[in-house]
């Protein structure tokens, strides 16, 4: 009786999750939980009547009985009606409800309980066989549809690459050493910047996830894809083009690996172009971490035990052995591997020796956490900590980029390698008053590493000054595989690094939209927020109108607003000149939203 309750249950709950996510109500969840749900709910029945039984079976009381199939009801129930009802009531209501629903299970069982328990038996190979079907088709289904379509692939040029991108989620440049950090935090990537191209300038189109993943995907700005956090969704729009789906008409497999799992995800449109993808359940912790039950334990109980990082949070050590476990020994067609490693973003706390390497502290970090708690004020010492560990993190992730090549060079595959790393936005640090991302277009929200790596095809030991856009990445790439296709707005950056010279190079833009449930004290609150990046100023544009400057030359911290200065008046009309150049597909964004 427990397991088939178990697995129904979890059936039942699977198909909860799913409506929900498709309703936008529910996130971080995808098809996989129906089969999930149900193992982990058989999994916890089985093991409650195991132990309802051994106490029965001392006490022999039918009136124990009774108590043990209420108890068992109550938690077969309970995760279906707590996920499928918490948008609408309260959690005691929840509860009182549940209780309601399995008194009168227990009393339906108790009316004629050997009939209930041979029904319950037949039943069993019924609902196990429906369970491990549905399990069979959707693994089944994925590798399948996996397979086929790599071998449905063009025939690639024998001399395209293998391409590596890496977004190093949450890092902003001026914490690497190549970019003139103090501290040693990036040894492997310095060596890599060493041997390619370096652009001092770099800048996300967002200072946050969404929309930044999708422009370097898409080479477009997030008023043209769309993706903003209440339309996180619009990348799965045809009428553009993505990257994977660019290379795939080229031959290349692609596949991609998120560490940013809430928002780097399939449920937000990003698989596409990809045929394979890897963002949840990347353990069985996580995968019961998604279950109702995982997701009640993590809201209400691991808090309270002070357990502070994400749920079983994805870190740079379990990507790696997925990414060379699907390159396999398959050389016939190039890759595309598109990895985001989130272990740079907070909660700061990366695996030691790591998390104390620049700290006298020797568990430095762990104060800022976006899903818990973010402090309103925090002591000098405090927030030096969570650099400290902010920077350990770093070094961490730093170390795995060179496991991760070390293990692509033993693949000893016959293809060059082109390696792209970059960060999707930077962090702050109060620098302005600011902690962590999403709030503002300061320079250290946006400031992000791109560093271009291919001996033989890259100029080695370039450092490009002028400001540039993540968004050009895509058409950089694709600029590599030569051909007259040009499927991606921005320029490609080779321009940059050519004898052929720059000509005319458009400011890179960034953006941010009106998120008015964010606190009063952040900018972003009260409207949208524009920016201009040129190589002596910076220039943003808040909502309700109003603008900032910054000197660069004089003050790259950002300091000092000059917008009301003489002497910037030709920076100034120039910032606006390149706003109004965009203005319309500012207006028409914002009406389609």
């Not at 698989?271 to 890897?278: D, L, P």
């Not at 961490?396 to 060179?402: A, L, N, R």
């Amino acid at each position: 009786m427990a397991v088939v309750l178990g697995l129904v249950s979890g059936l039942v709950e699977g198909l909860f999750h799913i409506a929900l996510q498709r309703l936008n109500i529910l996130e971080n969840v995808w098809y996989e939980i129906v089969w999930i749900a149900a193992f982990f709910n058989a999994l916890a029945l089985a093991t409650a009547a195991l132990v309802l039984g051994a106490i029965a079976a001392r006490t022999g009381s039918t009136r124990f009985r009774s108590f043990a199939v209420f108890s068992l009801a109550i938690v077969a129930v309970l995760p279906c009606l707590a996920l499928g009802l918490k948008e609408w009531m309260k959690p005691y209501a929840i509860l009182i409800l549940t209780v309601g629903l399995a008194t009168a299970f227990t009393r339906w069982f108790d009316r004629h309980p050997d009939r209930r328990l041979a029904l319950f038996r037949r039943s069993l190979p019924w609902v196990a066989a429906l369970t491990v079907l549905i399990f069979a088709a959707m693994q089944g289904g994925f590798w399948m549809t996996e397979r086929m379509a790599v071998r449905n692939l063009p025939a690639p040029d024998p001399g395209a690459p293998n391409i590596l991108v890496i977004v190093i989620d949450a890092l902003r440049a001026d914490h690497l050493s190549s970019y003139g950090y103090s501290r040693a935090t990036s040894p492997n990537i310095d060596r890599l910047a060493a041997e390619g191209v370096l652009f001092e300038r770099a800048f996300s189109t967002a200072s946050y996830t969404l929309p930044s993943h999708a422009s370097i995907l898409t080479g477009l700005y997030p008023r043209q894809h769309g993706v903003e956090w209440l339309t996180s969704k619009a990348i799965s729009n045809p009428a553009f083009p993505t990257l994977g789906e660019v290379l795939q008409r080229r031959g290349y497999r692609t596949a991609a690996f998120s560490g940013n799992t809430f928002w780097f995800a399939r449920e937000h449109g990003f698989g596409r172009g990809f045929h394979h993808f890897e963002d949840y359940f990347h353990n069985v912790t996580d995968m019961f971490m998604r279950t109702s039950y995982g997701r009640m334990l993590t809201r209400f109980v691991m808090p309270r035990l002070g357990y502070d990082d994400i749920a079983a949070r994805k870190h740079a050590t379990d990507t790696n052995p997925a990414v060379l476990s699907w390159l396999g020994k398959d050389d016939a067609n190039p890759f595309f591997v598109f990895i985001n490693y989130m272990d740079v973003h907070d909660p700061y706390l990366p695996p030691q020796p790591y998390r104390s390497k620049f700290s006298k502290n020797p568990e430095p970090g762990g104060l800022i956490n976006w899903q818990l708690h973010m402090p309103s004020n925090l002591t000098a010492d405090q927030l030096q900590s969570e650099t400290d560990a902010y920077d350990g993190a770093i070094a961490y992730v730093d170390d795995q980029i060179d496991v991760l090549l070390k293990g692509l060079q033993q693949r000893q595959s016959s293809r060059p390698l082109l390696v792209v790393i970059t960060s999707d936005h930077g962090e702050e640090f109060k620098e302005h008053g600011n902690l962590a991302h999403g709030h503002t277009l300061y320079r250290e929200t946006i400031h992000v590493p791109l560093i271009f790596w291919q001996p033989g095809r890259v100029p080695q030991g370039l450092r490009v000054s002028l400001p540039v856009s993540n968004s050009e990445i895509a058409s950089t790439i694709t600029e590599f595989l030569g051909g007259s296709e040009r499927p991606f707005a921005g320029p490609p950056l080779q321009a940059l690094w050519s004898t052929k010279g720059t000509g005319r190079w458009d400011y890179p833009l960034a953006e941010l939209h009106h998120r008015p449930w964010a606190e009063n004290k952040y900018p972003v609150h009260y409207g949208s927020l524009e920016s201009v990046m040129a190589p002596d100023w910076h220039c943003i544009q808040y909502e309700p109108p109003r603008l900032e400057l910054f000197d660069w030359t004089n003050d790259f911290a950002e300091n000092n607003n000059l917008a009301d200065k003489p002497e910037m008046a030709h920076a100034l009309a120039q910032c606006r000149t390149r706003l109004d150049s965009t203005e319309n597909g500012v207006a028409n964004k914002h009406q389609s939203n």
